[in-house]
C-alpha cells in the first residue's frame, strides 16, 4: 500500500488531489498496524464458494518452518518453531508499545493541563467563536481557542480536549482562515493519526517505505487540509489565503509539543503547499472513495503470501510423550485410507511405498484411486470452514542426530477445502538406520 501511495504521489501529483493522497496515506498506516492474515481465510471461503472448488490437500508437509499447533484435550501445544516466532513478536510488540504509551501519557498530561488554562482565560467572544466553527465542520469534540501572543504560530493539538493557538484578532478574516484550517485538522484526527504514525514506526522501524510514509504523512496531511478549506473558494480568496501562509512561516514561534499541527512551515514545505493550492484539483468524494477503495482492496491481495498454521487433533487419550513427538517431527504426512496396516509394516524402506504414500515431495495428497495432487507448502489450513474430511493416514517423520529417522503413522481424516486434520489411533512406527527421505 506504501508503495502505491508513492507511485501516486511521484508520478500523478499533479492530477490527483492531495485529499486521495491522504486517504491512501492513512490506509497505509493501517496497514502497517493490523493483522491481516485473517482475510486469507475469507478470500479462500468467497473464491470456493463463487468460482470454484479445488482440492486444497497434502500429504506431505515439511514442519521445519512451519507453525504447527496439535489440539488435544482442549489444550494448545505448539512446535518450537510457533513459540520462538510468538515470543519475538510479544517482545517486540511489548517494547513499542511502551515507549509509544509512555509519551501519549505525557502528550495527554500536558495538553490537558493546557487546555484547562486556556478553558479558563478564554472570553465569551471566543466562546461563541469556536462554537460557531465547531458547528459549521461538524466537531462534536469541545475545542478550546488561545489567543496568543504575537508572533505565535497558529497551531492545534490534543486528542479529547484539543486546543488551537492563534495570534490574530478574533473575528478578523485572517482568524478565520487559521482557524478554519486547524478545525480541518481536529475533525480528521490528525493528531490521533500522527501517533498511530509513530507506533507504526516503532514497530517497522527497519522498513525504508515506513521511514518515506513518515516523513511524507506530514505534508500530505497539510496539503489536503489546504484544499479542504479553499474547496470552491476564488482566485482572491486563494491568494488571501498563500498570503497568510507565507506570514505564518517567517519567525513563527512555535509550541514545544510533540504532536500538534501547525499552519506555517519550512520554506520547502511551504512551496509545495502553494503549488498545489494552485492547481486547482478536480475532487470528487464518491470516486475518491472508490478509487481508495479498489487500491486498498487490491493490495490486500497480499494476505495470500502468509504462511498458514498447521493444525492437528489428536486422541483425547495421548500421551504427553507422543503429543510431544508429533510437535518434535519434520515432516507431516497423509497417506491414502485404503492402506491397511499390514500393507504399510511389509514395506522396509520408502521407496517401496512408492505409488502408495510416497513423502519424496514436500506437499501432495494421494486419493483413494491413486492420483497424487501436489501443492504449494503455504496453502492454508483454516479449522472453521464447514469440513469436507478424506480418510486417510497420516505420518510424522523424525530424524535423529545419528543420521536414522522413524516414522510414526495413524489413522487420520483430513478436510478436503481447509486441510485440517483429526488424527485417531495410531497405526504403527517404522524406523530407518540412515534416513532415505
Not at 14 to 27: C, G
Not at 78 to 84: E, G, L, S
Not at 353 to 364: A, S
Not at 365 to 380: L, Q, R, S, T
Amino acid at each position: 500500500m506504501t508503495i502505491m501511495y508513492l507511485l501516486l504521489r511521484r508520478l500523478l501529483w499533479h492530477k490527483i488531489s492531495a485529499r486521495v493522497l491522504y486517504l491512501l496515506a492513512k490506509s497505509a498506516i493501517l496497514y502497517y498496524l493490523i493483522p491481516l492474515p485473517f482475510l486469507k481465510r475469507w478470500y479462500k471461503e468467497a473464491i470456493q464458494a463463487f468460482l470454484w472448488k479445488n482440492q486444497m490437500e497434502a500429504a506431505h508437509i515439511s514442519l521445519a518452518w512451519t507453525n504447527y499447533a496439535v489440539h488435544v484435550e482442549g489444550g494448545l501445544h505448539v512446535n518450537i518453531y510457533a513459540r520462538i516466532q510468538v515470543l519475538l513478536v510479544l517482545v517486540w510488540l511489548a517494547g513499542a508499545s511502551f515507549r509509544i504509551a509512555k509519551q501519549v501519557s505525557e502528550y495527554t498530561r500536558l495538553t490537558r493541563r493546557f487546555a484547562v488554562c486556556a478553558e479558563r482565560i478564554m472570553s465569551d467572544r471566543h466562546r461563541e467563536l469556536i462554537s460557531e466553527f465547531r458547528e459549521r465542520f461538524g466537531v462534536k469534540r469541545n475545542v478550546t481557542l488561545y489567543q496568543g501572543l504575537e508572533g505565535e504560530s497558529a497551531e492545534s493539538f490534543g486528542i479529547t480536549k484539543p486546543v488551537i493557538t492563534c495570534d490574530r484578532e478574533p473575528g478578523s478574516r485572517e482568524a478565520e482562515l487559521l482557524i478554519s484550517h486547524e478545525m480541518v485538522h481536529i475533525k480528521r484526527m490528525d493528531v490521533l493519526w500522527s501517533i498511530l504514525l509513530d507506533f507504526a514506526s516503532f514497530l517497522h522501524w527497519w522498513n525504508p517505505f515506513m521511514v518515506k510514509l513518515y516523513r511524507d504523512f506530514e505534508r500530505i496531511s497539510e496539503c489536503s487540509c489546504d484544499e479542504t478549506v479553499m474547496a470552491g473558494k476564488s482566485k482572491e480568496e486563494i491568494d488571501e489565503y498563500l498570503r497568510i501562509l507565507i506570514k505564518e512561516a517567517l519567525g513563527k514561534k512555535e509550541l514545544p509539543i510533540r504532536w500538534k499541527n501547525g499552519f506555517g512551515e519550512n520554506a520547502e514545505k511551504i512551496k509545495e503547499r502553494m503549488e498545489n493550492l494552485k492547481m486547482n484539483k478536480k475532487w470528487n468524494r464518491i470516486t475518491a472513495g472508490l478509487l481508495v477503495a479498489a487500491l486498498t482492496f487490491a493490495n490486500s491481495m497480499t494476505v495470500f503470501a502468509y504462511r498458514d498454521v498447521l493444525h492437528v487433533e489428536v486422541a483425547e487419550d495421548a500421551s504427553q510423550d507422543e503429543i510431544e513427538y508429533t510437535t518434535d517431527g519434520d515432516i507431516y504426512v497423509f497417506a491414502p485410507d485404503d492402506a491397511s496396516e499390514e500393507e504399510i509394516q511389509e514395506f522396509e524402506t520408502l521407496e517401496e511405498l512408492e505409488g502408495l504414500m510416497d513423502i519424496c515431495y514436500d506437499c501432495q495428497f494421494m486419493d483413494e484411486e491413486g492420483n497424487v495432487y501436489p501443492i504449494a507448502e503455504d496453502d492454508g489450513v483454516e479449522p472453521y470452514c464447514d469440513h469436507n474430511y478424506v480418510s486417510g493416514t497420516s505420518s510424522i517423520h523424525k530424524k535423529y542426530s545419528d543420521g536414522s529417522c522413524e516414522v510414526r503413522r495413524y489413522q487420520a481424516q483430513r478436510c478436503s477445502k481447509c486441510g485440517y486434520i483429526l488424527q485417531g489411533d495410531w497405526i504403527g512406527t517404522s524406523t530407518y538406520a540412515v534416513c532415505p527421505h
